[in-house]
């Protein structure tokens, strides 16, 4: 296969980025990754690698350093298309430690964008959060959503980030986007070579899960079972990672393919299923045979109870759709899970 336009995938040594890489690579694009290693080991690198056969161009340095990035630009030129994953996204630690996540997440993108016009960059995709919608009116959830005032600096830089993106472009830059609004992404790559890899203790359910079910991590709470939900629990849209990865894909390709769409559009990425802490669990020991050692705590603060996706306008305008089985993601979690266990 030819090989297509050059991409520059920020934070691609991370948990959605690295997954991404390895699907772009597969539709034969040439993969550029800019990771800080902040969050995420270079080894990284060597999975997909393993996974391609083809390696990557990987560039350790910070997108908050504009000049790192000019001078990336100008070694490595060509390039066509951004997906920017760079970003904190720990909701507790952006409550603590505000400062970090608007001057991270903030001054990545507009430096990106600052580069875009002049290195004839033509699109970017960005990586945003159903958390934008904050605690829905209604579930399913769709683009059409009102966007609520955002409860974590974590969910106000996704918020102000789209913003950002929208008044450039309304000022005349020539370049497009794509905004991917997320919904709770989990598993691994089928491989177990590439997955989440989560620094100290997992705050999000599925990481923890798998700890705790591989006994290196105490048992799992689950946060609250006295919700307005039918078993109690809080209900999410869980999406699985490789899913997610290729709807990237394709986001990439109607940005680069020239044809005439609104400069800006927005869509959201899960599976159309809402599924309860209690239900993954379950889907887990299901999957896997292996039992999740859980007690009932109280709820998180901040915690949502229910939001899961319409995702009809991605299936639709796309052409993608969420495919695998939760059963299915749940033995590729575990078996990246213990993957780990083993080096
Ligand atoms: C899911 C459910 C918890 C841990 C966050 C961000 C979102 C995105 C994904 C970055 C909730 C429950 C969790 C545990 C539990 N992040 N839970 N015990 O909070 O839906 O979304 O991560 O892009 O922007 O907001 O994900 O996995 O933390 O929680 O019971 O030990 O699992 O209460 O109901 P969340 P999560």
Known sequence: ????????????????????????????????????????????????????????????????????????????????????????????????????????????????????????????????????????????????????????????????????????????????????RYFNPIGAHESALIGELPIGVPQNLVPYMTQAAAGIRGELTVFGTDYNTPDGSCIRDYIDVTDLARAHVIAMERLLSGEDHDSVEVFNLGTGRGLSVLELISAFERATGVHVPHTIGKRREGDIEQIWADPKKANEVLGWKAETPIEETMRHAWAWQQSRIKR
């Open 1 to 180: 296969m030819a090989t297509k336009e050059r991409i520059l995938v920020t934070g691609g040594t991370g948990y959605i980025g690295s997954h991404t890489v390895v699907e772009l690579q597969k539709a034969g694009y040439d993969v550029v990754i800019i990771d800080n290693l902040s969050n995420s080991e270079p080894t990284v690198v060597d999975g997909i690698e393993k996974i391609t056969g083809i390696r990557p161009i990987f560039v350790e340095g910070d997108c908050t350093d504009l000049e790192t990035l000019r001078r990336l630009f100008l070694k490595l030129p060509g390039i066509k298309g951004i997906i920017n994953f760079a970003a904190s996204k720990a909701v507790g630690e952006s409550v603590k430690n505000p400062i970090l996540y608007y001057r991270n997440n903030l001054v990545t993108l507009l430096n990106l964008l600052d580069c875009m016009p002049e290195f004839g960059v033509k699109g970017i995709v960005f990586s945003s959060s159903c958390t934008v919608y904050g605690e829905p009116d209604m579930n399913p959830i769709d683009e059409t959503a009102p966007i609520k005032p955002a409860t974590s600096p974590y969910g106000n830089t996704k918020q102000i980030s789209e913003e950002i993106i929208r008044d450039f472009i309304r000022a005349g830059a020539p370049i497009k986007s794509i905004l991917l």
